[in-house]
């Protein structure tokens, strides 16, 4: 029994959570792009129904709603009505979210955007200013980071302006400490033109060892649209938890593996994140399949010299949550890669009573293999090497 994972009180190595959020700060865009764009740029507007971002004056409205939710129970969960005050300041203070870390017993954390996870495009299509919005969270999430000990792992938003920008900021992130990037569309800005044009910075991720992360909701318009997001429908919920599931991760990584992306950078590193891990034994089953089925016709032999289940299992990592089949199917997976999440400050935290869910989640589980999934493969993806592997 010695060998199995039967009690939280058995871990002795430092929890890494390979999937958190920030929720940026009021001030960040408004402080930091230059004053003639400030009109334009992501503001927070003080309404009755609480604090909503505007972006590009408006064209696009968010609520502060559930990726606050942090501490609260369900019953309190409210698609908007939050106020900054309000919310938990482990959001976007450094300070404040190293001593939630400790709260929770975890060690570090990958972090990822809120209110832009469906990509730069978010802040406008105009590219000064979509340039002048991205550098600016970048370089407030470098000092985010820099102040949290080592704790807070930075991950680089990629612009939609075209391969050269995007080439120009993940060199930016590198020289700044950042240890990821997230990309919401292919480094041209398209969500389905992932042609040679795009290489550069393919080049540039595989030679730095950046992974890539392709966060739920990036690589499509769902998230861009105009106005107010109705978030407070059963029709919302329930395309949250297809999302969950893989719902909108499945068509982009297929693409990504049909791609030929990785056949021509081998070393490349996408990180799916958010949707889970279930889904993925069966849809390689179906990738496979249909690639010996139809490659002959398709092209795809030209392209592919190897099965999509092996690029996948090679150049694919992806997160977790609360995903008990996953777990079970763990080795039709590569369990090394594959990395537990908390997802704070968002819905899908249990802070601060993680330890009660990875109770749950990994119980009679080999603790070599928990230890993979709460440590080692997010240590060794991001390059970690100041994190301990023992507790002292």
Not at 127 to 139: I, K, S
Not at 204 to 213: D, K, M, R
Request: aromatic residues 10%.
């Amino acid at each position: 029994m010695s060998d199995i994972f039967h009690d939280v009180a058995s871990i002795d190595y430092p929890i890494l959570d390979a999937d958190a959020h920030v929720n940026e700060p009021p001030d960040l865009w408004q402080t930091r792009v230059p004053q003639r764009l400030r009109t334009r740029a992501p503001k927070v507007l003080r309404t009755e129904q609480g604090d909503v971002w505007s972006f590009d004056d408006g064209k696009r409205l968010r609520p502060l709603g559930l990726t606050a939710t942090a501490g609260l129970s369900y019953l309190q969960f409210r698609a908007e009505g939050y106020r900054y005050e309000e919310i938990r300041p482990g959001s976007f203070d450094p300070k404040a979210r190293v001593e939630d870390l400790d709260a929770d017993g975890i060690w570090a954390q990958v972090l990822y955007p809120s209110v832009t996870l469906a990509g730069a495009r978010m802040y406008a299509d105009d590219r000064e200013l979509q340039l002048a919005c991205v550098r600016a969270y970048n370089e407030w999430l470098a000092d985010f980071c820099a102040a949290g000990g080592g704790r807070l792992i930075g991950q680089t938003i990629v612009p939609t302006t075209g391969v050269a920008d995007a080439v120009a900021e993940l060199r930016w992130g590198l020289d700044h400490g950042m240890k990821g990037a997230l990309i919401a569309a292919y480094p041209n800005g398209t969500y389905d033109d992932p042609g040679p044009a795009n290489d550069p910075f393919w080049d540039l991720a595989q030679e730095s060892g950046t992974p890539l992360g392709v966060h739920i909701g990036s690589f499509n318009e769902l998230g861009l649209a105009a106005g107010k997001m109705n978030l407070s429908t059963v029709g919302f919920m329930a395309g949250a938890g297809a999302s969950k599931a893989g719902a909108q991760t499945i068509p982009v990584a297929a693409q990504l593996v049909f791609s030929g992306i990785p056949q021509r950078f081998p070393r490349l590193r996408f990180v799916l994140v958010e949707a889970n891990i279930g889904w993925i034994p069966t849809v390689l089953e179906q990738l496979d399949d249909m690639f010996l089925r139809y490659r002959w016709f398709s092209g795809a032999v030209e392209l592919m010299k190897e099965m999509p289940s092996r690029i996948f299992h090679r150049n694919f990592w992806a997160t977790f949550m609360i995903d008990t089949v996953g777990i079970e199917l763990r080795h039709r997976l590569n369990v090394d890669h594959v990395m537990w999440s908390t997802d704070y400050p968002h819905t899908g935290s249990d802070w601060p009573n993680h330890r009660v869910t990875l109770d749950r989640l990994f119980r009679g589980v080999p603790k070599v293999e928990v230890k993979k999934m709460l440590h080692g493969n997010c240590k060794a993806l991001y390059r970690l090497d100041h994190v301990p592997d023992t507790l002292p």
